[in-house]
C-alpha cells in the first residue's frame, strides 16, 4: 500500500459532492450560476475550436460504414423527391387559396423569423441521462434561455443554459423537455410532447376536440407560447396507445432530426410579429 | 504526490475531458458512449493509490458537472468514490494483468449505480431503468475495451515523473 487510505477525506468531499448538488438543484437561479459562467468563459474558446475540427471529421467518419447503403438511399430518395414534387404542386394551390382567405381577415405577418446559425461543438452531460449538445453561440449571439433550436426537417430541442459565449441545449429526447405541440392537420388539437431519452418522445393529446386525427404517420407540430414558436414540426406519430374511453390519448413520436448526428443547427431568437389584427364585421 | 504528478494528473483529465465532450460523445457507436474520464480517473487510482485516485476523480468531476447540464457535484461525488476504491487496489505486489479490466468494469458499474441513485435522491426524471439498462450494456464494455490503452500508458507516464524526481 503506498500512502495511507485517506479515509476522512472521504466522507468529507462526499459530503461537499452532495452539498454542492442540493445548493445547485435551482438551474439558472443557482448561486453556483457565476461559476458556471466562468467555466464558460475559460473551456467556451476551446470547446469551439476543437468541437467544430472534430465535428467536421466525425461526420465524415461517421460515414463510412454507410456507403454501401447509399445507392438504396438513392433510390429511395428519388422516389420521395417525385411525391413531394407531386405534393407540392397540390400545396401550391391550396396556398394560393389561404393567402386569399388570409387577405379577406387581414392576417398578415409582418416579419419572419430570427434565427441564429450555430455550430454543435459538444455533446454533454453523463450520456445516457442528460441529452443535451453544445452549441458555438451565447448571450452575445442574441441567444437566450428557453428558445427553440431547430434543424434541416424541425425541432431539436431548447436552449437551457446560455453563457456568453456557449449554449446547452436539452435535445427533444431528454425526459425533462417537454412542450406544448398540437397536431399539424388539427388545428384545435392540444397535448403536451416529453422526451423519452431513447432518442424518442411521448405524447399526450389533452384536447380531444380533433382526436380523429391522432393517428400513425401524422406531423406533430409546436403549439407555441410567449417564447416558443408555433408551427415548428417536432415529429412522426409512430404509434397510437388504443386505450379507448380515456380523457388522454397518448402516442409515440419519432422527432424528424437524427439527434444523433447534428452539426449545424438554428437557434429561432424571434419569431414573426403579427400585425394587430382588424376587427371584421359580421355579415 | 509531488507537484509534478499532480500537474500530470491535472493535464491529463482536463485533455482527457475536451476529448469525451468533443470527441467521444459524439462516435457513432450503437448505445451510449464510454466514458473516457472516468478510465483515466481509475488509471490514476490504479497507478498513485487512493488519495491521488480521490484528487483527480474530484477535479475530473467537478469540470465534467461544470460543462454539463445537471448539479454540480453530481459526477464529483461519483468520480471521487470511485477513484478511492480502485486507489485501495494500488498494491506494489504482483498483480493479475486483468485486474485493471476488472476494476475498470466494477468502476464503470459502480459509477453508474451511484449516478442513478443520487438521480433519485435529487428528484432527476432522467435517471430511470432504461437509461441505466442502456449503459450497463454499452457503455461498459466500451469502457472495458479502453483499458488496454489508458492504464498503461497513465502507468508509464506515472513512473517517468517518479523516475525524474525521485
Not at chain 1, 194 to 199: L, T, Y
Not at chain 2, 50 to 66: E, I, K, P, R
Amino acid at each position: 500500500m503506498r500512502g495511507p487510505r485517506p479515509r476522512l477525506l472521504l466522507v468529507v468531499l462526499v459530503l461537499a459532492c452532495l452539498v454542492l448538488a442540493l445548493v445547485d438543484r435551482g438551474g439558472t437561479s443557482s448561486p453556483l450560476a457565476a461559476l458556471r459562467r466562468g467555466a464558460d468563459t475559460v473551456f467556451g474558446p476551446v470547446q469551439r475550436s476543437v468541437g467544430g475540427a472534430v465535428g467536421a471529421a466525425g461526420g465524415a467518419l461517421g460515414d463510412l460504414p454507410r456507403i454501401g447503403s447509399y445507392r438504396a438511399d438513392r433510390e429511395r430518395l428519388q422516389r420521395e423527391n417525385d411525391d413531394l414534387r407531386r405534393r407540392l404542386l397540390e400545396q401550391e394551390g391550396l396556398q394560393a387559396q389561404g393567402r386569399e382567405l388570409a387577405d379577406l381577415l387581414a392576417l398578415k405577418d409582418a416579419g419572419s423569423w430570427t434565427t441564429v446559425l450555430a455550430r454543435v461543438v459538444g455533446y454533454g452531460g453523463f450520456q445516457p441521462f442528460d441529452q443535451t449538445v453544445t452549441l458555438d453561440v451565447g448571450r452575445a449571439d442574441g441567444v437566450a434561455e428557453g428558445q427553440p433550436v431547430t434543424a434541416g426537417r424541425g425541432l431539436v430541442g431548447r436552449t437551457v443554459r446560455v453563457g456568453e459565449r456557449t449554449t446547452v441545449v436539452a435535445l427533444l429526447s431528454d425526459p425533462a423537455f417537454t412542450v406544448g405541440a398540437r397536431l399539424n392537420s388539427a388545428p384545435r388539437s392540444f397535448g403536451l410532447a416529453s422526451g423519452r431519452g431513447e432518442r424518442t418522445l411521448g405524447l399526450r393529446l389533452v384536447d380531444l376536440a380533433d382526436a380523429g386525427a391522432l393517428q400513425t404517420g401524422a406531423a406533430l407540430v409546436t403549439a407555441g407560447s410567449d417564447t416558443f414558436v408555433s408551427g415548428l414540426p417536432i415529429g412522426r406519430i409512430t404509434s397510437v396507445d388504443a386505450t379507448a374511453g380515456s380523457s388522454v390519448r397518448t402516442a409515440e413520436v419519432e422527432p424528424y432530426v437524427d439527434l444523433g448526428s447534428l452539426d449545424l443547427v438554428q437557434v429561432v431568437t424571434e419569431g414573426p410579429r403579427t400585425t394587430a389584427r382588424v376587427p371584421v364585421p359580421p355579415r | 504526490m509531488s507537484g509534478p504528478r499532480l500537474l500530470l494528473g491535472a493535464a491529463a483529465v482536463l485533455l482527457g475531458l475536451l476529448l469525451q465532450v468533443t470527441v467521444v460523445d459524439r462516435l457513432p457507436l450503437p448505445g451510449s458512449p464510454p466514458d473516457l474520464v472516468l478510465v483515466l480517473v481509475i488509471a490514476f487510482a490504479l497507478a498513485e493509490g487512493a488519495l491521488s485516485g480521490m484528487l483527480t476523480g474530484l477535479v475530473a468531476g467537478l469540470l465534467a458537472d461544470l460543462l454539463g447540464p445537471h448539479e454540480l457535484g453530481r459526477l464529483a461525488l461519483v468520480y471521487v468514490v470511485v477513484g478511492y476504491a480502485a486507489g485501495l487496489l494500488d498494491d506494489d505486489r504482483e498483480r493479475g494483468a486483468l485486474l485493471p479490466f476488472v476494476v475498470v468494469g466494477a468502476g464503470a458499474v459502480g459509477a453508474l449505480l451511484l449516478y442513478a441513485g443520487q438521480g433519485l435522491l435529487l428528484g432527476d426524471p432522467r435517471v430511470g431503468l432504461g437509461p441505466v439498462g442502456r449503459a450497463l450494456a454499452s457503455a461498459v464494455p466500451y469502457d472495458v475495451a479502453l483499458t488496454p490503452f489508458v492504464v498503461p500508458v497513465v502507468a508509464l507516464l506515472c513512473r517517468r515523473v517518479r523516475g525524474t524526481t525521485g
